[in-house]
T-cell receptor, first 116, second 111 residues
């Protein structure tokens, strides 16, 4: 399967702990996105990378959140000092560059975070 | 401030009939729209898109209509099949990177 993969699929943690999620995009895609989805809502944009450069961060991304894409391939999203409000589905997506005619974002299955 | 709205949280349709899912947006500058389908325990899957230079786009059983003056788009599924039962998200792509999603409509196609 050559789609977007995310690991882990589920994470349960205690309030105050740090967690890290990983996303492996489709191999030829140079853009990578993180979204967060809470119950009853659609996905909300968090941040995106063009190759290894992080080009945009939403104000939803507090300073407890950090994302990296060190070699322009996989990406990690870390949440420090987790809070119960961080409980959500974290979705990763990837795409080719927008300059192409059709630039569709392809999503992984997500990592569901539960903060107790 | 919800810029993309799906006002119907759920919809039930008989197999073989037409399903119509609606979406409204607030910003007239939005120029590209997409529909995604989501099954439980899976990520959203791209279904169909439309640029604001068109008012209709078809792909098999799926057709998206765009009414720019009303800031409204709709997804028609004809004929509906039980495998179409999923949550459908409308999204706007206002620029070159992020999507703005609606809250989704859960479609149930009854056999």
């Amino acid at each position: 399967d050559t789609g977007v993969s995310q690991d882990p699929r589920h994470k349960i943690t205690k309030r105050g702990q740090n967690v890290t999620f990983r996303c492996d995009p489709i191999s030829e895609h140079n853009r990578l996105y993180w979204y967060r989805q809470t119950l009853g809502q659609g996905p909300e944009f968090l941040t995106y990378f063009q190759n290894e450069a992080q080009l945009e961060k939403s104000r939803l991304l507090s300073d407890r959140f950090s994302a990296e894409r060190p070699k322009g391939s996989f990406s990690t999203l870390e949440i420090q000092r987790t809070e119960q409000g961080d409980s959500a589905m974290y979705l990763c997506a990837s795409s080719l560059d927008w300059s192409l005619a059709k630039n569709i974002q392809y999503f992984g299955a997500g990592t569901r975070l539960s903060v107790l | 401030d919800q810029q993309v709205k799906q006002n119907s949280p759920s919809l039930s349709v008989q197999e073989g009939r037409i399903s119509i899912l609606n979406c409204d947006y607030t910003n007239s500058m939005f120029d590209y729209f997409l529909w995604y389908k989501k099954y439980p325990a899976e990520g959203p899957t791209f279904l169909i898109s439309i640029s604001s230079i068109k008012d209709k786009n078809e792909d098999g059983r799926f057709t998206v209509f765009l009414n720019k003056s009303a800031k409204h788009l709709s997804l028609h599924i004809v004929p509906s099949q039980p495998g179409d039962s999923a949550v459908y998200f409308c999204a706007a792509a206002p620029g070159t990177y992020k999507y703005i999603f609606g809250t989704g409509t859960r479609l149930k196609v009854l056999a």
